[in-house]
């Protein structure tokens, strides 16, 4: 399943994703990540979620090189439970406009690897009309 959480820019999406993160990583038996834009904002997550910063990663520009980087991480590590995604659209070429297909091709890697993934967004739930809501849950 793929979860969103929405919301303007400032309204603290980032320690929410980070809250939650924390919380999943006490409560699954298998592995949490947690992919921002950048380093800022780490401090307050558990030490045994794997934190991946996409700046550190700039040949990632598009939604299927995205996509691709998501495979690889769980081809190489299997027991990946939860992923948890703060700031899309701040992340290679993610937009409005292509946010309900890059959703469709999360949602199709959870129904294939078992993965719940969890995406922040800065924009309103009017914003997202066209997301398929029959692969996401809004948490809020």
């Known amino acids: 399943m793929v979860y969103l959480l929405t919301g303007p820019k400032g309204s603290g999406k980032t320690q929410q994703m980070i809250e939650q993160a924390n919380k ?11 992919i921002k834009k950048t380093h800022r904002d780490t401090a307050s997550v558990a ?8 700046d550190d990663y700039p040949a990632i520009k598009n ?19 939860c992923v948890f995604i703060d700031g899309i659209l701040k992340h290679a070429d993610i ?9 469709d091709r999360l949602n199709r890697i959870s129904k294939d690897c078992g993965i719940e993934f969890y995406v922040s967004i800065s924009a309103a ?16």
């Not at 030490?47 to 996409?54: A, D, L, S, V």
């Not at 081809?75 to 439970?81: A, G, L, M, T, V």
């Not at 937009?95 to 959703?103: H, Q, R, T, Y």
């Open 24 to 34: 999943k990583s006490k409560e699954c038996n298998g592995n949490v990540v947690l």
């Open 47 to 54: 030490f045994n979620i794997r934190t991946i910063c996409m």
């Open 63 to 81: 939604i299927d090189g995205y996509i691709g980087f998501l495979y690889g991480m769980y081809s190489s590590n299997h027991d990946i439970e």
């Open 95 to 103: 937009s409005l406009e292509n946010v309900p297909a890059f959703i």
């Open 125 to 140: 739930k009017s914003d997202l009309a066209d997301v398929n809501p029959e692969h996401c849950k809004y948490l809020n």
